[in-house]
């Protein structure tokens, strides 16, 4: 038997207006997800615990079996195992992120979703400007990056860049266990990068500066026991952003490299499928996760996010899909991590639908219901755990 659990990240929302009180994944044509609904299972489950932040860190932790009650430390160490950054025991890690700002508000969590090629010299610069014996900057892809602090505060509260644009840096800044030196660190960040001739340059050409870092969901690493003791079998991972890949790293799954997989819209769908496939070859468990429809939440747009939907049935599940029928025994386990509705803009709390499939029998019972938000609702199964519910998939 073959696993695969497919993650379409923040491919979850909530009835809009334009749509006529229907959702993205409502209105999306996905006829090949719909047909393992025909057969399979749909249900409801509340992925993260209701009272933690509905992060893609926690949910994909959970999404793979680990309760986040029990493993999660904050996002900044599952971001770095995925870099190679080393970790002694009392080192911490920030998510960094690299964003745009006023020097009053928070404009944009990504700096218009910079390059890595061009955020790469920006970090350099202040790492070397802003380090210092205890904190190194590494430079990441695009515009998420790592802040390590030698001994470092755990005791932080920090608010994540995506849930908060628009808003004045005075009420988001970091509180608790150091927040003085965190708060001069982002101040000396626009000091130092917002006059920089490159940003310049982008606001002539209409495009927001990459002119502040805002450090994050700090935490050790965390320890999370290996995947293969756990359900006996070895597995791959694949994903173009570093927290899942992290998370990977931490559980001992493979990492495979997609050439053409960015983690927004315009990545390779059909790239990760047939990568998918190719694993699966070495491994009886795949985890694929594509971001591309948490990215058209966050930048609020409806048509990306229908779109994004639409590519990842077509040519993600699509493809897998043309490259199993060779394979007499599988199961799909298909589920968003958390809803990202394009009206907020970010992550919010609640159930999300999930779909299990199995090529071997019919799971279906009772009344049909679609792949989606209203099947879910309409569903009796409901899952209240999320770290549970891929038990399903390797139950026998």
């Known amino acids: 038997m073959k696993y695969i659990l497919l993650v379409p990240d923040g491919a979850a929302d909530e009835p809009l207006a334009d749509l006529n009180g229907k959702t993205p994944m409502e209105t999306a044509r996905t006829p090949n997800l719909d047909r393992l609904a025909e057969t399979g299972v749909v249900g409801g489950v509340q992925v993260t615990p209701i009272d933690m932040y509905p992060g893609s860190d926690a949910a994909n932790m959970a999404l793979l079996g680990y309760d986040p009650k029990v493993y999660y430390t904050g996002r900044g160490p599952v971001e770095a195992a995925a870099m190679g950054i080393p970790l002694e025991a009392k080192d911490v890690a920030f998510r960094c992120s690299l964003i745009s700002s006023d020097g009053e508000n928070l404009i944009d969590y990504s700096a218009g979703h910079i390059s890595t090629e061009d955020a790469r010299p920006i970090i350099a610069l202040a790492n070397e400007k802003l380090g210092t014996r205890q904190i190194t900057l590494f430079p990441g892809v695009s515009y998420r990056h790592i802040m390590r602090w030698q001994n470092g505060p755990v005791d932080v509260r920090s608010h994540p860049p995506h849930e908060n644009m628009g808003k004045r840096l005075a009420d988001i800044l970091p509180e608790g266990e150091q927040e003085g030196r965190l708060r001069a660190f982002i101040e000396d960040s626009y000091g130092l990068l917002n006059d920089l001739p490159y940003n310049h340059q982008r606001r002539e050409e209409g495009k927001n500066p990459a002119n502040m870092l ?153 009344s049909l219901q679609p792949y989606d938000e209203r099947g879910a609702l309409e569903s009796k199964i409901q899952i209240p755990e999320g770290y549970r519910l891929i038990d399903n998939l390797f139950a026998s």
């Open 214 to 366: 805002w450090p994050w969901s700090p935490g050790r690493t965390p320890q999370l026991p290996l995947f293969t003791k756990r359900r006996g079998m070895s597995g791959a991972v694949i994903s173009a952003v570093d927290v899942v890949r992290g998370l990977g790293k931490l559980t001992g799954l493979e990492i495979v490299d997609v050439p053409g997989a960015t983690g927004y819209f315009d990545t390779d769908y059909a790239a990760k499928g047939r990568y998918a496939l190719d694993a699966l070859n070495r491994h009886d468990f795949v985890w694929v996760h594509v971001e591309s429809p948490d990215e058209a939440g966050h930048a609020g747009s409806i048509d990306e996010k229908i779109r994004a939907i639409e590519n990842f049935d077509k040519l993600v599940v699509g493809t897998m899909l043309a490259g199993l029928k060779n394979v007499d025994d599988f199961r799909i386990l298909c589920a968003p991590d958390h809803k990202t509705p394009v009206s907020t803009r970010g992550h919010t709390v609640g159930p999300v639908p999930f779909l299990l499939y199995d090529s071997t029998k019919k799971l279906r019972h009772g």
